[in-house]
């Protein structure tokens, strides 16, 4: 089975924990269109209502179980009986604003999650690849952009805990043998996102605005600069990571920056509005820390994976805005 670039597929059966959110729901679609058996959990499957699978139209198509990642014995006895070829880690509180408010939730899940994970594939001595969802917020601020040798300086508990969440992973796969590898991902969007990331908060109201049920849009820092991607993209990198050859960490990212008033203006031209018009900055929005400056350097996945983003900000922008305007039509 081919799963993007040269290298063909370990899987036959994955494993997703987190399912249910932006990535996890993507990735699945995108291994069953590769003819692999998917498996995902939640934390309580009877009340999940996995609504980014009934979106895309495959909730009926993944196995579901539940599991509570910071439990091992649950994360056990899910693996156990599942026994997949491929593990994906996508699950753990996602939001790096909401990190400042749940600092311990934060690290526990995250930390915990992945070490309950790889303790289980060594104890149960499975032949498992093992993929974790690491960040680009592990690096904080990037002077240039980043590679998979520029060392960490995270700026929120976020980036901590996954910080350490990359390492662990390092270490069981230098002490054990394991393949366990970890994508650091630079910011990618979705129409999936939930409304508390700054990205649909932009679509969402520059569409108001636009419709006039709103006429001002509260933003925090609007110098900040980002590496934006369409996260349909990178989840094939995810896959890509599982089939290559040898265990490796790969940065995904597009390779370029753009500040945060140059997605809202792309977003305002959108409905052929002036941004200037309608966006304040509050700075009762500020992060108690944040970046300034986050781009990536996706060399490595080029070379070694055959992969390469193809959108970058003002697709991404045009894609979530169309995406937005046709649930409106809809709804």
């Known amino acids: 089975?081919?799963?993007?670039?040269?290298?063909?597929s370990h899987a036959k059966t994955a494993l997703i924990f987190g399912v249910s959110g932006q990535d996890g729901a993507y990735l699945a679609r995108h291994l069953l269109g590769k003819g692999c058996t998917v498996h995902g959990t939640s934390r309580d499957?009877?009340?999940?209502?996995?609504?980014?699978?009934?979106r895309l139209g495959i909730v009926d198509r993944v196995?579901?179980?539940?599991a509570g990642l910071t439990d091992f014995r649950s994360v056990l006895e899910v693996i156990n009986r599942v026994r997949p070829a491929e593990i994906y880690n996508l699950a753990s509180q996602a939001s790096v604003g909401l990190s400042f408010d749940q600092p311990v939730e934060t690290l526990n899940s995250t930390i915990n999650s992945t070490i309950n994970i790889l303790e289980a594939i060594r104890f149960l001595g499975l032949d498992t690849r093992f993929y974790n969802a690491s960040s680009s917020e592990c690096f904080g601020n990037t002077s240039a952009p980043a590679d998979e040798a520029v060392p960490f300086h995270p700026r929120s508990p976020y980036g901590v805990g996954k910080a350490a969440a990359f390492w662990a992973v390092a270490n069981y796969r230098e002490a054990y043998g394991l393949f366990a590898c970890s994508g650091i991902l630079f910011n990618h969007e979705s129409p999936l996102r939930p409304?508390?990331?700054?990205?649909?908060?932009?679509?969402?109201?520059?569409?108001?605005?636009?419709?006039?049920?709103?006429?001002?849009l509260e933003l925090g820092d609007l110098s900040i600069a980002r590496d934006w991607g369409w996260a349909p993209e990178y989840v094939d990198a995810m896959a890509r990571m599982l089939a290559h050859d040898e265990p490796e960490d790969f940065v995904i990212a597009t390779g370029e920056a753009h500040r945060l008033d140059a997605f809202v203006a792309q977003a305002f031209a959108y409905f052929g509005l002036d941004w200037r018009q309608h966006v304040r900055s509050n700075t009762a929005l500020l992060r108690p820390s944040d970046i300034l400056l986050s781009v990536g350097n996706p060399e490595k996945a080029k070379r070694l994976l055959g992969w390469s983003a193809e959108r970058r900000m003002a697709e991404v922008v045009g894609g979530l805005l169309d995406a937005e305007m046709a649930l409106r039509v809809a709804g």
């Open 63 to 66: 196995i579901l179980h539940s």
């Open 1 to 8: 089975m081919n799963i993007g670039g040269t290298t063909k």
């Open 45 to 54: 499957r009877e009340m999940s209502s996995f609504a980014n699978l009934r």
């Open 195 to 216: 409304v508390r990331y700054v990205t649909q908060k932009i679509i969402r109201g520059a569409a108001d605005i636009a419709e006039r049920k709103a006429e001002v």
